[in-house]
């Protein structure tokens, strides 16, 4: 790739689009709003996020598995948004916790973070596997429910 120069022949430098997942600053207890955690992402320098899906979904106190789940994106979206930064990818829920035998309500949460990155204007979502073989009794299970999933 070659280095791009300003109009006088100088080098400029060079711009990645790093991001890094709003994981960083989430709060288990759910008392941080998900807009501070942006924030404190984006004064640390960060203009790229990554919506972890799979922080907010095991949970019956959070906020994306509630009736209002669709507010609390979009302030998400407008906390980005005010801070000077976008979403350009997101990690979608993992079936792991308690989800990890409820192919139905883990496609369920599934299609809602789906919805939630066309909110956000997220091109890109991470599905990681099951990843936990233990928790399902035995491998055929566990490879069951992979398959069945993807």
């Known amino acids: 790739m070659p280095v791009p120069v300003s109009s006088g022949g100088e080098a400029l430098p060079l ?6 997942s709003i994981h960083l600053c989430f709060d288990p207890d759910f008392c941080t709003p998900v ?7 984006a ?3 960060f ?4 919506f972890n899906f799979l922080d907010w979904f095991a949970d ?5 598995v509630g009736d209002g789940w ?6 998400a979206g407008a906390a980005a948004e005010d801070a000077g930064a976008r979403f350009n990818q997101a990690h979608a829920p993992c079936p792991v916790y308690n ?8 496609k369920a949460l599934c299609r809602r973070a789906i919805r939630g990155c066309g ?20 491998s055929l299970d566990f490879f069951s429910f992979n398959y069945a999933f993807f």
């Open 99 to 106: 989800l990890e035998k409820d192919l139905e309500g883990y």
């Open 15 to 20: 711009s990645l689009p790093l991001s890094t």
């Open 70 to 75: 669709e507010g609390w994106l979009e302030g």
């Open 35 to 41: 807009e501070e955690q942006i924030r404190r992402i």
């Open 119 to 138: 909110m956000l204007g997220i091109p890109w979502m991470v599905f990681h596997a099951a990843y936990f073989p233990w928790n399902f009794g035995s």
């Open 47 to 50: 203009r790229w996020l990554d």
């Open 43 to 45: 004064r640390a320098g």
């Open 60 to 64: 019956p106190r959070s906020p994306f």
